[in-house]
C-alpha cells in the first residue's frame, strides 16, 4: 500500500514515523524546502521525545518531498494532518486543509482514501469531499474518511503506537476496509462509525479532559478558601473508575494547541447552530481566570511588582515539549514586564521559542540557580523534572526572598515545611 501523509507537524510527522514503524512505506510532504533538507538527513523538525530515533531507525521506508503531485500521484492512502490554527473569533481556521484537499483534486491518477487527521469541525469531512469531487482532474474515486488523532505532545510517539482506539468515520465499506489494514498491526480496539461522529468524537474528548481540568481547577480555589487539599481530594475522587485517577491535577489551567482551540471550536460551533454549549463555555471561562491565579496570589506578598526580580522556572504550556501555544506564561510575563519588574526565565528546551515573542525585557538563564540568585519571588509556570528534583534548600540560599508561587504543585508540602520559604501552590495550604 502506497501511503503519503500530507503536513509534518505534530500530527502529520508522528503519524508518517509510526506508520513506518509499522511497516508501511510513506511518503511526507511539506511545502517548507527547509524542512524537507532536515528530515531528509535523519533529523526531526520538532521537539518529540523518541521520534528521531524512530525516524532514524525506518529511513527506508521514509521519503519526504515537497513535490506534492509526485507524493499524491498513485498514492492508496492520503493523511491530511496539517494544522487548524484559531481565527480571531474562535472557530478553526480550515485554510491550510482545503488547500491540500485541492493538491490531491489536482494531482491523484488512482482510486484512493483522503483521511483527515487534523482535527476539523463537525461536518469538514464531507466538504471536503465536494471539493475534492469538483476539482478532480482525473476520473477516479475519491473517498474521504475521518481518523482523528489522540496524541498528547511530549508522548505521541508512544500514544501514537500504542493509542487507546483507533476512530474510523466513513461513509462507504470499501473506505473502512482499507483503512483497517493500514491499521491491522495496530493493537487497539477500532470504532467505526460515520464521518460526522468520528469528528465529534475528536471534539467531544478533548471539551471533556478540559472540563475535566478546569473542574479540578475550581475545586482547588474552593480547596484554598475552606482549608482542603486539592490532591487529597483528587486522589479520594480517582478511585471511583466511572470518574478515573487522570487529569485531576490542578494547577494554573491548560494550554497547549489543542484543548483552548478545541473547547473554544465547539463552542463557537454550537453557537453558530443555535445552540449554547454552557459546560464547554464554563471550562473556557474557568481556564482563563486560573491562567492569572498566580499574579493573583502574588498580590498577597508585594503590592505591585514593580521594581521586584521575578523568577520564573518554565515556559512551555507542559514539560516534554518546546511548544509555547497558550502557555500561561504568554499571559503571565507580558503583565509583569507591563508592571515594571525584572524577569529571570528558565526553561530547558523553550527558551528559543520564548525569544522569538520577547526578546526584550526578559533575562534568560542557563540554570535554575542563576534563576533565582537574589529574586523577591519565583513563579513556577512548568513542572520540569528538573524543577522537581530541584533541592528546596537551594531557594532559600539563592533568593532574597524565597517566595515561591507554585503553579504546577512540583513539591510535596511535608518537604517544604522542612525549609525556610513561603510556598504558595494550588489548592493545599500555604507554608510560611
Ligand atoms: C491533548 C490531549 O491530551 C490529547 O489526547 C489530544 O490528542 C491532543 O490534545 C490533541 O488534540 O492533539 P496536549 O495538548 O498535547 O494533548 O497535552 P495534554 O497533556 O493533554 O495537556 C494539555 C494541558 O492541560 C497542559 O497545559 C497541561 O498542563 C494541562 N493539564 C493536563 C492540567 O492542567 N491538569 C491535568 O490534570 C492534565
Not at 86 to 105: F, M, P, R, T, W
Not at 206 to 215: G, P, R, T
Not at 358 to 373: A, F, N, V
Request: charged fraction near 25%.
Amino acid at each position: 500500500m502506497k501511503i503519503s501523509v500530507a503536513g509534518t507537524g505534530y500530527v502529520g510527522l508522528v503519524t508518517g514515523v509510526c506508520l513506518a514503524e509499522h511497516g508501511h512505506s510513506v511518503t511526507c510532504v511539506d511545502i517548507d524546502e527547509n524542512k524537507i533538507a532536515i528530515m531528509k538527513a535523519g533529523i526531526s523538525p520538532i521537539y518529540e521525545p523518541g521520534l528521531e530515533e524512530l525516524m532514524v531507525r525506518n529511513m527506508e521506508r521514509l521519503f519526504f518531498t515537497s513535490n506534492y503531485q509526485e507524493a499524491y500521484r498513485d498514492a492508496d492512502v492520503i493523511f491530511i494532518g496539517v494544522g487548524t490554527p484559531e481565527k480571531a473569533d474562535g472557530s478553526a481556521n480550515l485554510k491550510y486543509v482545503y488547500e491540500v484537499a485541492e493538491q490531491i483534486a489536482a494531482s491523484v491518477e488512482n482510486d484512493c482514501v483522503v483521511v483527515v487527521k487534523s482535527t476539523v469541525p463537525i461536518g469538514t469531512n464531507d466538504k471536503i469531499e465536494s471539493l475534492i469531487q469538483s476539482k478532480l482532474k482525473h476520473n477516479v474515486k475519491v473517498s474521504v474518511a475521518s481518523n482523528p488523532e489522540f496524541l498528547s505532545q511530549g508522548t505521541a510517539v508512544k500514544d501514537t503506537l500504542h493509542t487507546s482506539r483507533i476512530v474510523l468515520g466513513v461513509e462507504d465499506e470499501q473506505a473502512g476496509e482499507v483503512l483497517k489494514e493500514v491499521y491491522a498491526s495496530f493493537k487497539a480496539p477500532i470504532v467505526v462509525t460515520n464521518r460526522k461522529s468520528a469528528e465529534m468524537i475528536k471534539y467531544a474528548s478533548n471539551d471533556f479532559l478540559a472540563l475535566k481540568i478546569s473542574f479540578i481547577n475550581e475545586i482547588a480555589n474552593l480547596c484554598e478558601i475552606i482549608g482542603a487539599n486539592v490532591e487529597d481530594v483528587a486522589h479520594g475522587m480517582g478511585f471511583d473508575s466511572r470518574i478515573g485517577n487522570k487529569f485531576l491535577n490542578a494547577g494554573i489551567g491548560y494550554g497547549g494547541s489543542c484543548f483552548p482551540k478545541d473547547t473554544k471550536a465547539l463552542h463557537w460551533l454550537a453557537n453558530f447552530h443555535d445552540y449554547e454549549l454552557r459546560t464547554v463555555k464554563a471550562a473556557i471561562d474557568v481556564n482563563e481566570n486560573q491562567k492569572l491565579k498566580l499574579i493573583k496570589k502574588s498580590r498577597k506578598y508585594y503590592e505591585s511588582l514593580k521594581g521586584l526580580n521575578i523568577a520564573v522556572l518554565g515556559l512551555t504550556f507542559k514539560p516534554g515539549t518546546d511548544d509555547l501555544r497558550e502557555a500561561p506564561t504568554l499571559v503571565n510575563i507580558p503583565l509583569m514586564i507591563e508592571d515594571g519588574a525584572n524577569v529571570k526565565a528558565w526553561d530547558p528546551v523553550g527558551v528559543e521559542n520564548f525569544k522569538k515573542l520577547y526578546s526584550e525585557g526578559i533575562t534568560y538563564c542557563s540554570s535554575i540557580e542563576d534563576t533565582l540568585k537574589d529574586a523577591d519571588i519565583c513563579f513556577i509556570f512548568t513542572e520540569w523534572d528538573e524543577v522537581k528534583d530541584f533541592d528546596l534548600k537551594k531557594y532559600s540560599q539563592l533568593m532574597k526572598t524565597p517566595i515561591v508561587l507554585d503553579g504546577r504543585n512540583c513539591y510535596d508540602l511535608e518537604d517544604v515545611q522542612k525549609q525556610k520559604l513561603v510556598y504558595d501552590s494550588i489548592g493545599r495550604e500555604t507554608v510560611k
